[in-house]
């Protein structure tokens, strides 16, 4: 782990075997933060789960809360 963000629920991790690439594309990145109803996909791993969950759904509210993390609420569940 190189480094862990909590209230963004994000990681970096660090792999020291090159094998583990082989066969993977990354993810691309949006540029800038999406529109409210601009349809988006949400990869991720939820709690209580060992498996990547895919959920789309259209974006319907932005804020930023008290610990200055940018939020993105979408109309659909993500489980």
Do not use: M
Not at 14 to 43: H, I, R, S, Y
């Amino acid at each position: 782990v190189v480094a862990v963000n909590l209230p963004g629920d994000v990681a970096v991790l660090e792999v020291d075997d090159e094998a583990f690439w082989e066969g993977k594309e990354p993810l691309g990145l949006a540029l800038a933060l999406p529109q409210l109803d601009e349809n988006v996909t949400c990869v991720g791993f939820p709690v209580g789960g060992d498996n990547v969950s895919v959920t789309r759904g259209v974006v319907s509210r932005i804020d930023v809360n008290s610990l200055c993390v940018v939020r993105v609420q979408i109309d659909a569940a993500i489980n």
